[in-house]
């Protein structure tokens, strides 16, 4: 039933939107789901608006128009009431004025030469091209172990039909994010495989229409989840391991629904989300962020927790990190240290460095996890951390990234495809992933600079959950980078393997032994290569 209302279409009659807003105000309502003492105040809520100086400023029908907007399916947002003509304007993506164009077609030339050279480099890399989903909304790729090709080929010649998912483990899927499809994660990839020894199946995922390639097809993530779904269904993949990126997360909450309701749909053994997008949606930080570029004025206090219990109720000091499956959240706030309810906190001064000891964890009840505050570089391999750089050298470095990702982002959001994703084909009822929703094994993993995700909120929600509920539930493990962006651990090496360990359900230490195994096997062949060069040439 649920998975019916949650998003409507155009032929929506008025009983299932009702039915679909009260379900909605139920998790809204639901202080399980660790967001309500985020809304208390209003400050959100005037955030949604633009030229509002606070939540004194509000009106009854700013609040009707914006909960029209939440609540109801947007193809009968046109009928929300309207404020008085002086008010100020609700950042309504769905309902705005599309602002987008088509690049010269040179531009589209270019990205499609781009989608070529990536599909060569994932042959290298060992991938097969699937297929496409039934829909036509995704390409798939696939990198079969050596031992199921071995078991498919010994099934053929016996007439026998193999298993598909026979395996111990079950498959990976790879959700990538908005901007050049699968182009920008070869590396990991690549690593990924390598970090399985070769012994896992991975399907990699690629959508053209967030991957600013000419297409006639825009979906939305939850039509892109159901026709991947299928697709792999079709496989007889019955359980995967999910790992997204960005706008790859709303596909995989749209996923992680489906298999709670459909028991047709793979089921998500693992699911691991870097910089997601697809928590805490009715917040303004997404859309103001990545569509508006008009980022969230902070308040006096801008993520709220829950209030503490008597001090002699909360240890003294955390428990040592571990590698649990419970909630570990990093904060950094400049006001004074309060303690909150299950949790334990220390705050860190901008600039300064990073310990371990400055998180917020939850740590009577749920054990924290590990956490990674590191600002420094580490090295490409083995992850090991050099010296921070200091003076005009950061500042160059800091302002190159302001200046990259600021030239990304409005070539990326202003073109047609992307933006008809964001603003017409986004709805955010159907993907918004919901704490009770996660998985029992589940990690996010969160860039203390991330200028999309609204990193504190949701590390506030998802602790608040656990203090809570308690132990009596899962919950997931947290990591914060403070020091990345969104979209660093692509050029990170720690963060990558503690990802890539996630994902796969393994130790960081695996990890990286692993990819040191491939980096010297690497370098012992380009040795040999080199000395028989040179015997040819003596």
Same mark, same amino acid.
């Given at each position: 039933m649920e998975l019916q209302l949650v998003g409507l279409g155009v032929d929506a009659t008025a009983e299932d939107a009702m039915a679909r807003a009260?379900?909605?105000?139920?998790?809204?309502?639901?202080? +399980?789901?660790g967001h309500v003492p985020l809304l208390t105040g209003g400050h959100l809520l005037a955030q949604w608006f633009q030229g509002l100086a606070g939540p004194h400023e509000l009106s009854v029908s700013h609040v009707a128009q914006l909960l029209a907007y939440l609540l109801l399916p947007p193809p009968q947002q046109r009928d929300a009431p309207l404020p008085p003509p002086s008010s100020a304007r609700l950042f309504a993506a769905? %309902?705005?004025?599309? *602002?987008? %164009?088509?690049?010269?077609?040179?531009f589209y030339l270019l990205t499609e030469t781009v989608a070529a050279a990536t599909h060569l480099a994932l042959r290298l890399l060992g991938f097969r091209m699937a297929g496409v989903t039934p829909g036509g909304a995704a +390409?798939?790729?696939?990198w079969t172990p050596r031992r199921a090709k071995s078991a498919a080929a010994a099934a053929a010649n016996a007439n026998t039909e193999a298993e598909p998912d026979s395996l111990p483990e079950p498959p990976l899927v790879f959700l990538h994010g908005i901007g050049l499809g699968l182009t920008p994660y070869l590396r990991l990839l690549g690593r990924l495989v390598v970090a399985s020894r070769g012994q896992r199946a991975v399907y990699a995922v690629q959508?053209?229409?967030? %991957?600013?390639?000419? +297409?006639?097809?825009?979906?939305?993530?939850?039509e892109v989840a159901a026709d991947v779904a299928v697709?792999?269904?079709?496989?007889?993949?019955?359980? *995967?391991s999910l790992l997204a990126h960005s706008y790859g997360t709303l596909v995989a909450s749209a996923l992680t629904k489906l298999a709670a309701a459909s028991p047709a749909a793979p089921a998500i053994a693992r699911l691991t989300l870097v910089d997601p997008v697809c928590f805490a949606m009715f917040l303004p930080h997404l859309v103001r962020n990545t569509i508006y570029q008009q980022? *969230?004025?902070?308040?006096?206090?801008?993520?709220? *927790?829950l209030s503490a219990p008597p001090q002699a109720a909360l240890p003294?000091?955390?428990?040592?990190?571990?590698?649990s499956r419970n909630v570990t959240v990093a904060c950094q706030d400049n006001s004074a240290a309060e303690p909150c309810w299950g949790l334990s906190v220390e705050p860190s001064n901008e600039g300064a460095q990073p310990t371990e000891a400055q998180a917020l964890a939850v740590s009577a009840s749920v054990p924290p996890a590990e956490v990674v505050t590191s600002h420094a570089p580490s090295d490409p391999v083995s992850g090991s951390r050099a010296a921070p750089r200091k003076g005009p050298i950061a500042a160059a470095a800091a302002l190159r990234r302001n200046l990259v990702r600021n030239l990304l982002r409005g070539l990326v959001v202003a073109e047609f495809h992307c933006s008809v994703a964001l603003r017409r084909r986004l709805d955010w009822a159907r993907v918004n992933l919901w704490p009770s929703e996660l998985p029992p094994?589940? +990690?996010v993993v969160l860039s203390g600079r991330d200028n999309l995700v609204p990193v504190r909120e949701v590390a506030a929600i998802l602790a608040n959950r656990a203090a809570m509920v308690g132990p009596a539930a899962h919950h997931p493990t947290v990591l914060l980078r403070e020091d990345l962006g969104h979209g660093g651990f692509l050029g990170d090496a720690a963060c990558q393997q503690q990802v890539l360990a996630a994902a796969l359900g393994c130790s960081t230490e695996e990890v990286r032994a692993a990819l040191e195994e491939a980096e010297a096997a690497r370098r012992r062949r380009r040795r040999g290569s080199g000395r028989r060069g040179r015997r040819r040439r003596g």
């Open positions: 009260e379900l909605l105000v139920n998790k809204l309502l639901d202080p +399980t789901e769905s %309902s705005d004025p599309l *602002v987008a %164009s088509y690049r010269p077609l040179s +390409t798939v790729y696939e959508y053209k229409h967030v %991957s600013m390639r000419l +297409t006639a097809n825009i979906p939305a993530p939850h697709f792999l269904a079709a496989r007889g993949v019955r359980s *995967v980022p *969230v004025a902070p308040a006096a206090a801008s993520v709220r *927790v003294k000091s955390p428990p040592p990190l571990s590698a094994d589940c +990690t």
